[in-house]
């Protein structure tokens, strides 16, 4: 099983500087990465996949970055809305099999 | 557009059985498995497995494997998962997901999960 680790649990982040989150997985699983976003009380929203792919209608300040092991999702000038959980997935096998997520983190006003 | 609508809150004894309905509508069902992810309060997301809708196969979770099924109908476009033997443990909110992938030449790439249902909150109390 591909293990997903995320760094650091939480990060406090003034509005307007930017933030960098980390996702380190046991093994590589080359590009196939992906990162949401969860708010209080909703279902995880997709942010990026393919690394460094914007899903549809994902603001430009979100970037994701790495392939392999080590993986970076930054936020440049960071919102209001975008204080919330980031949570990592690898899926690295096709056909697929097993999915896995970090334990995510919280990215709160500082 | 594509939608995924999950039933309602549940409240369930332990040991008990509890099965959590997930209506798709926008897309052709049969075309797309179905992910099935929980989250216990307060904690991360927890891939469980998936079903796929043409023909019914599925994919378990290794820690789920014997206390999780997962089935559906497509006459109404409708995913089913269904706990068997709950604990405590099992408190969470479940969600279905419809997967998205790429392909390109000989190889194939996904699963990432777009949208999501709405949650559906299990509670297991005595």
């Known amino acids: 099983e591909i293990v997903m680790t995320q760094s650091p649990a939480t990060l406090s982040v003034s509005p307007g500087e930017s933030a960098t989150l980390s996702c380190r997985a046991t093994?590589?699983?080359?590009?196939?990465l992906a990162w949401y976003q969860q708010k209080p009380g909703q279902a995880p929203r997709l942010l990026i996949y393919g690394a460094s792919t914007r899903a549809t209608d994902i603001p430009a300040r979100f970037s994701g970055s790495g392939s392999g092991t080590e993986f970076t999702l930054t936020i440049s000038s960071l919102q209001s809305e975008d204080f919330a959980v980031y949570y990592c997935?690898?899926?690295?096998?096709?056909?697929?099999?097993?999915?896995?997520f970090g334990g995510g983190t919280k990215v709160e006003i500082k | 557009q594509v939608q995924l609508v999950q039933s309602g809150a549940e409240v369930k004894k332990p040991g008990a059985s509890v099965k959590v309905s997930c209506k798709a509508s926008?897309?052709?069902?049969?075309?797309?498995?179905i992910h099935w992810v929980r989250q216990a309060p307060g904690q991360g997301l927890e891939w469980m497995g998936w079903?796929?809708?043409?023909?019914?196969?599925?994919n378990y979770a290794q820690k789920f494997q014997g206390r999780v099924t997962m089935t559906r109908d497509t006459s109404i476009s409708t995913a089913y998962m269904e706990v068997s033997g709950l604990n405590s443990d099992d408190t969470a909110v479940y969600f279905c997901?419809?997967?998205?992938?790429?392909?390109?030449?000989?190889?194939?790439?996904?699963?990432?999960?777009?949208?999501w249902g709405q949650g559906t909150l299990v509670t297991v109390s005595s």
């Open positions: 093994q590589s699983v080359s590009s196939n």
């Open positions: 997901a419809r997967p998205r992938w790429t392909c390109g030449g000989d190889n194939c790439y996904g699963h990432w999960l777009d949208p």
């Open positions: 079903i796929n809708p043409n023909g019914g196969g599925t």
């Open positions: 997935q690898q899926y690295n096998n096709w056909p697929p099999r097993e999915l896995t």
């Open positions: 926008g897309y052709a069902f049969t075309g797309f498995y």
